[in-house]
């Protein structure tokens, strides 16, 4: 079993959907979670790091789950330039940093 | 503020070869991480270094190997280069938490 594991999609909706993300981690002492993004022969940026209690950074709300070892981004109202990779991140312990193979995502408009 | 730069953005050498990637973190970051991506596969994690030692590795063998200077900046040398070697080499600085991604070296093995 990988250590962290996402659906790699594509995932392929319309612009204005809702769409979710679920990334599973076999590592229960993990410590901290991330989204990136990445774009077509880029490196990933930094889209928010995922709390405990849960944050929201505008269209997108990221939410963490230690009992059942996933985290989720939910994006709100998509627009075309959110097609891309999104890597879901886990510090599985100090310093051991694990990326996901990331889960592509397409908005038509 | 200048960000994770990289050098170079590309490079092209032989099977056998040894290689020499750079990088110089962001300002006010003293950890720096190497990454290795395969078209298609998310990130992997080679090694970590703070305060110039290594200080965590990832399933890599010893033909990659590192350095972390004073300044905070790194290298990543590859010896006995393999065609699976070829890939983009990502650069990534911290405090300790969150990280930021220089632009990456696009290393081609032939």
């Known amino acids: 079993r990988k250590e962290v594991e996402q659906d790699p999609g594509p995932f392929n909706v319309p612009e204005g959907a809702t769409v979710a993300f679920n990334c599973t981690y076999s590592?229960?002492?993990?410590?901290?979670f991330f989204w990136y993004r990445q774009d077509c022969r880029k490196e990933p940026k930094l889209l928010m790091s995922?709390?405990?209690s849960g944050n929201e950074d505008g269209r997108f709300t990221a939410q963490l789950n230690r009992a059942s070892q996933y985290i989720s981004l939910l994006i709100r109202d998509s627009k075309l330039s959110d097609s891309a990779t999104y890597l879901c991140?886990?510090?599985?312990?100090?310093?051991?940093?694990?990326f996901g193979s990331g889960t592509r995502l397409s908005i038509r408009p | 503020d200048a960000g994770v730069t990289q050098s170079p953005t590309h490079l092209i050498k032989t099977r056998g070869q040894q290689v020499t990637l750079r990088c110089s973190p962001k300002?006010?970051?003293?950890?720096v991480s190497w990454y290795q991506q395969a078209l298609g596969q998310g990130p992997q994690f080679i090694f970590q270094?703070?305060?110039?030692?290594?200080?965590q590795r990832g399933n890599f063998p010893d033909r990659f190997s590192g350095h972390q200077f004073p300044n905070y900046s790194s290298e990543l040398n590859v010896n006995a280069l393999l065609l699976g070697d070829s890939a983009l080499y990502l650069c990534?600085?911290?405090?300790?938490?969150?990280?930021?991604f220089g632009p990456g070296t696009r290393l081609t093995v032939t």
């Open positions: 995922v709390y405990s």
């Open positions: 991140v886990v510090n599985s312990s100090a310093s051991k940093i694990i």
């Open positions: 300002s006010g970051h003293d950890t």
């Open positions: 270094y703070y305060e110039e030692e290594e200080r």
């Open positions: 590592n229960s002492a993990s410590q901290s």
């Open positions: 990534a600085s911290s405090t300790g938490g969150e990280e930021y």
